[in-house]
């Protein structure tokens, strides 16, 4: 030993006289030396199950750890499956709704060519009435006949 200060020597030291016997030459153990050796032994018990408890300890941690790195992935890969799924309903609805706006929009063009044919047909029945009423006028003009309709008319304006 190069530096025989150091407490680490010097309890070597001291632990090596009290195993081998004192300095003297004692070859007999001391209860000193038993007592040592026990407290010694239990220390190294101690220092064991220390290393022991931090393994596990460090054991529990990596396998929590693990499991939480495994939960949190499979909350992102479920969590991408669902707004796959909300995505492709939106989609879908997208659809549908534009299906459903094509096919309102065909009704109202068919709609309103039905009103178009109803004007067109009551325009023509219109101008049928017109003519058949000039025609009746001029008729009535030559004869000098008057239309019984138009007193009773005139009766309902007096009253």
Do not use: C
């Not at 101690?46 to 022991?52: E, G, S, T």
């Not at 023509?124 to 006028?137: F, I, L, P």
């Not at 006949?145 to 304006?157: A, E, G, K, Q, S």
């Amino acid at each position: 030993m190069a530096d025989d200060s150091t407490p680490l020597a010097l309890a070597t030291i001291h632990e090596e006289n009290i195993v081998h016997g004192s300095a003297k030459g004692d070859a007999h153990p001391t209860p000193d030396r038993d007592a040592v050796l026990a407290r010694i032994e239990r220390e190294k018990t101690l220092a064991l199950i220390k290393a022991w408890e931090e393994n596990e300890k460090a054991k529990a941690v990596n396998r929590a750890h693990k499991k939480l790195v495994e939960i949190g992935s499979w909350e992102t890969n479920m969590k991408a499956s669902v707004e796959a799924l909300i995505k492709k309903a939106e989609e879908d609805m997208e659809k549908k709704k534009a299906e459903h706006v094509a096919k309102f929009r065909i009704k109202i063009a068919k709609l309103h060519e039905e009103v178009e044919a109803k004007r067109v047909t009551i325009t023509s029945r219109r101008g049928e009435v017109v003519t058949k009423v000039e025609d009746q006028a001029t008729k009535f003009r030559s004869t000098g006949y008057v239309p019984r309709d138009f007193f009773r008319m005139l009766r309902l304006l007096k009253q």
